[in-house]
C-alpha cells in the first residue's frame, strides 16, 4: 500500500529506539545507575505502545507516544549536561544518577575501551566499604560515552517523534472521512436511528430485458414488477374468494331445491 510508507518506517524507528533503550538499560543496571533505569523502564513502555498504536491504527497511543518522546529528549540533554558537567553541575558532588544513595558511577568508568583499572591501597579518600581506584589508558573517557549515547537517543527521537505525528496526521483524516461517509466509528458500530421527519422511499433498480432478436432493451423497474406481482396477487384471491363464495351459494341453492321436491311425509 503507499501508505504503508509512514507506518512502517516509524516501526523500524521505534524497533531501533527499543534496540538502544534495552541496551542502555543493560549497562545503568551494571552501573547500578538507578534514574536512568526507571527512565529506560518507561520509555521501553512508551515504545512498545508507539508500536502497538502504529499496527492498529490508534492514533491517540501515537499521541501519547509523541509526548513522551518530548520528555525523552529533555531528559537526555540533562544527561549531556550533568556527564560534560555544564553550568554548576558535577559528577564529583552530585549523585543524581543514584538517588544520593550510593557512591557508583557509571559501567563505562571501568570498562571503557582500553581503560586500565588500578586499585589504591590504603588510601585515606576510602569510605567504608568503598574502595579508590585509579584508571588510566582510557581511548574515551566514560563522559563521553554517556554522552554519545544520550545523543544517540535524541536522534532517534527526534525521527521518531516526526514519523509519529505524521502518522497520526493521517490516520485521524482517515477516522473522520470514514465517519462522514457513515462508517464505523472508532469504538463499535453504531445503528443509525430513525426519525419522524425522515420519508422512506423505494428504490428503484432498472433492469434490462432481452428482447427476441438479442437486443437488450430498457425494462420495468424491480419496484413497478412487484407492484404489478402484488396487485395480480390480490386480483387472483379476490377471484378465489369470489369462486368460493360462488360454490357455497350453488351448494346451499341446490340442498333447498332437493329438499323442496322431497314428498311430504305420509299422515296415517
Known amino acids: 500500500m503507499g501508505k504503508c510508507s509512514g507506518r512502517c518506517t516509524l516501526v523500524a524507528f521505534c524497533?531501533?529506539?527499543?534496540?538502544?533503550?534495552?541496551e542502555r538499560q543493560i549497562f545503568d543496571f551494571l552501573g547500578y545507575q538507578w534514574a536512568p533505569i526507571l527512565a529506560n523502564f518507561l520509555h521501553i513502555m512508551a515504545v512498545i505502545l508507539g508500536i502497538f498504536g502504529t499496527v492498529q491504527y490508534r492514533s491517540r497511543y501515537l499521541i501519547l507516544y509523541?509526548?513522551?518522546?518530548v520528555l525523552w529528549v529533555g531528559w537526555n540533554a540533562f544527561i549531556i549536561c550533568f556527564y560534560l558537567e555544564v553550568g554548576q553541575l558535577s559528577q564529583d558532588r552530585d549523585f543524581i544518577m543514584t538517588f544520593n544513595t550510593s557512591l557508583h558511577r557509571s559501567w563505562w568508568m571501568e570498562n571503557g575501551p582500553g581503560c586500565l583499572v588500578t586499585p589504591v591501597l590504603n588510601s585515606r579518600?576510602?569510605?567504608?566499604?568503598?574502595?579508590v581506584i585509579s584508571v588510566t589508558g582510557c581511548l574515551l573517557d566514560y563522559p563521553y560515552i554517556e554522552a554519545l549515547s544520550s545523543a544517540l537517543q535524541i536522534f532517534l527521537a527526534l525521527f521518531g517523534f516526526v514519523f509519529a505525528c505524521y502518522v497520526s496526521k493521517v490516520f485521524l483524516e482517515e477516522e473522520d472521512s470514514f465517519d462522514f461517509i457513515g462508517g464505523f466509528d472508532s469504538y463499535g458500530y453504531q445503528a443509525p436511528q430513525k426519525t419522524s421527519h425522515l420519508q422512506l422511499q423505494p428504490l428503484y433498480t432498472w433492469v434490462m430485458a432481452q428482447s427476441r432478436?438479442?437486443?437488450?432493451?430498457?425494462?420495468v423497474s424491480v419496484g413497478e414488477r412487484?407492484?404489478?406481482?402484488s396487485r395480480e396477487e390480490a386480483r387472483s384471491l379476490r377471484l378465489n374468494t369470489w369462486g368460493s363464495t360462488s360454490l357455497t351459494c350453488f351448494f346451499f341453492r341446490q340442498v333447498r331445491v332437493a329438499s323442496a321436491r322431497r314428498p311430504p311425509p305420509r299422515l296415517d
Not at 524497533?15 to 534495552?22: E, P, R, T
Not at 432478436?213 to 425494462?219: D, I, N, S
Open 66 to 69: 509523541a509526548a513522551w518522546l
Open 213 to 219: 432478436v438479442g437486443w437488450k432493451v430498457p425494462g
Open 226 to 229: 412487484r407492484a404489478r406481482r
Open 15 to 22: 524497533c531501533l529506539q527499543l534496540v538502544a533503550a534495552l
Open 125 to 131: 579518600l576510602a569510605l567504608e566499604d568503598h574502595h
